[in-house]
């Protein structure tokens, strides 16, 4: 199976505060890096690292060539991704001393997709492919729907959650949605995991979901079957692209035919270990260390 993930590419601007900057507020920053990121390309990366075929198809400013580098450098097929204008896509960071974050996000040249970019790059994919979606692009909607029509598996992750996405996106065509609970309440009105979970599969029967919960650990739902897993005990850096690295990692797992309690743990270990480590894609880690964390780390029981 090959994995289509159309999405963002940001060049993220990531300043260490004490505190997050309030309103009226000027505070100094203890440093700044600049990193590749974009869920889109996190994604892309996590999955490449895990060991799945992945494309990335989305638009890269004129100051993206560092994106494309990372991309390659990963493992990634860059064959579909395009070059305009624009200014690239990307993110101002907070990140607090406790690893919080907080992010401000700039298009660019990821809202230039366009219909006819969507068609050609689809020409190549089939019912036995898959595409993965991020809420950081233009033209969602319409890949969505083109995809379906081709009988390929959707899998969505709804982040950033907005208005405009609650209002246009044909939610009834994803195959799995990967939601943290913020997502999760935006798009069930529930708060409590449990919650949550009931209301996806009555107004999704035919999705899957896996809902993330933090340090608490993920669930994996369908119409037949629940699954729980926790996370691994580390100390907490940075937690950008924690949910990102989940993604990438439980769906490689889930291409490559393993079952759904294996995916999980695999994407915990992935995502603890990330929030260890500073920065976006450059904290997701290999295979290799994934194997390492899940025989040293202490497994923290899902709660
Ligand atoms: O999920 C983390 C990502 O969100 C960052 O890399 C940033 O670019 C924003 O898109």
Known sequence: MKILNFGSLNIDHVYHVDHFVKPGETIPARSFELFPGGKGLNQSVALAKAGAAVYHAGKLGHDG?????????????????????EVSGHAIIQVSNTGENSIIIYGGSNRTITGEYVDRVLGDFGPDDMVLMQNEINCIDYIARKCYEKGMKIAFNPSPLDEGLLKTFPFELVTLFLVNEIEGHGLTGKSEPDEILDAFMEKYPDSAVVLTLGSRGAVYRDRHTTYCHGTYEVKVVDTTAAGDTFTGYFLSSLSSGLGIPECLKRASAASSLAVSRKGASSSIPTPVEVDEALKTLKYKEFK
Do not use: C, P
């Open 65 to 85: 060539g560092m994106l494309k580098e990372i991309l390659e450098k990963s493992g990634v097929n860059t064959d579909y991704l395009e070059s305009t204008d």
